[in-house]
């Protein structure tokens, strides 16, 4: 049995997002997962361009971003700017469909699910199909009717969808996927202070945060910035700090939750995949200048569970800082909260929920 998992390139989260699910599929259900980025079948040069442009604007134009979020985040389901934006790449799709012949499609990002809605409705003969949403917040881009199984992060959001008036089988409150190693790497001793740039060094005001960490952080304990692939940024670290240790390139999954593990405190961006890597290690976060569009949405809903907590600048970043290592009980009940609402297991959780479907007759 195969399944299709359509991925992009647009930030690195919705990658290990699918990456994830396609292990746990072949690992623990048998099935052959395939993860294809269907713009770069679709336009290799275009698909290239325009996720350079994304990262260009997420960088140094984000309110530019946040305001086009914003402005399209409550519109009706099936708008006609979603019509506009999932028209690209739609032969595409059914070429593919029709060469691969899966059991199963699962997009996991959003315009995806818009190219599954407008082939059903046309009566284009399409796969089981299976929506996978990667932040605590669901932008009108991600809901269309006659999806065969969402996957959703939170319950609040399985509301939302409901209230949106979504027409599909089935809503599932899985988590978002991610390697299981994050469940399993939770160090008691941690002494170890982890800046997280991002896999583009997308993190505003990297250099804000190392100095006052610098200055924040008690002695004995280490601290790492992680650069990503932005080589620029780690050979400035390299000059700028002192204590601090940049590591550059792409790490492993296991490495990387190693480090989240073993954390007293993540300062990182907050993407939806980082976000949940850090509730499974159960390592509290502090998300600086968070940056606008889904990435604020993920920051309120830490904020508003009181599982994480937010900087907006250098002097909310410093108190915040110095009030975790002195008030040892704030970080105590942080921790109480990240584990009322973590879901373990969440790339298992959709793995299984896509063979228990896949199984089903209709």
Same mark, same amino acid.
Request: net charge positive; aromatic share 12%.
């Given at each position: ?132 949403i990667t932040d605590f917040i669901a932008h009108v881009q991600w ?50 202070i982890l800046i997280s740039a991002g896999l583009y060094g997308m993190?505003? /005001?990297?250099?804000? *945060?190392? &100095?006052?960490?610098?200055? #924040? !952080?008690? =002695?004995? %304990? ?40 073993? /954390?007293?405190?993540? *300062?990182? &961006?907050?993407?939806?995949? #980082? !976000?949940? =890597?850090? %509730? ?46 002195? &008030? ?35």
């Open positions: 049995m195969k399944v299709l998992i359509l991925t992009t390139s647009f930030g690195g989260g919705h990658n290990s997002v699918a990456k994830a699910i396609g292990r746990s599929l072949e690992e623990h259900f048998n099935i052959n997962a395939k993860i294809i980025n269907l713009y770069e079948v679709y336009n290799s040069f275009l698909n290239r361009l325009t996720s350079k442009g994304y990262v260009y604007m997420m960088k140094y134009f984000p309110h530019l971003y946040g305001f086009f979020y914003n402005k399209t985040h409550n519109l009706e389901k099936a708008n006609s700017l979603n019509m506009l934006i999932i028209k690209p790449g739609l032969n595409t799709l059914k070429e593919l469909l029709k060469k691969e012949d899966p059991a199963g499609v699962v997009a996991v990002y959003p315009t995806y699910g818009g190219m599954f809605y407008y082939l059903k409705k046309r009566g284009f003969s399409i796969p089981k199909t299976f929506v996978v809901l269309y009717d006659y999806i065969d199984l969402y996957f959703v992060p939170t319950l609040e959001m399985k509301i939302h969808l409901y209230k949106k008036g979504i027409i599909c089988k089935k809503v599932e409150v899985s988590g978002i996927p991610i390697q299981p190693e994050f469940d399993q790497f939770k160090s008691l001793e941690r002494n170890l993190t505003p /005001s990297i250099f804000e *945060i190392g &100095k006052v960490v610098e200055e #924040t !952080t008690p =002695e004995g %304990l280490e601290i790492i910035l992680l650069c990503g692939e932005d080589r620029r940024l780690y050979q400035k670290a390299k000059e700028v700090f002192k204590r601090i240790k940049p590591l550059s390139g792409i790490l492993s999954q296991t490495q990387i939750a190693e480090l989240i593990g073993k /954390s007293y405190l993540l *300062i990182s &961006k907050a993407g939806g995949l #980082t !976000t949940s =890597e850090a %509730l499974a290690s159960e390592t509290p976060m502090i998300v600086y200048k968070p940056l606008p569009g889904q990435e604020y949405f993920n920051a309120l809903y830490l904020e508003k569970n009181e599982a994480g907590l937010v900087a907006n600048n250098k002097e909310e970043l410093k108190r915040l800082i110095k009030v975790i290592f002195e &008030k040892r009980e704030l970080r105590e009940k942080l921790i109480q909260n990240i584990k009322r609402i973590k879901k373990p297991n969440s790339a298992y959780q959709v793995a299984k929920g896509i063979y228990d479907e896949l199984q089903r007759e209709d």
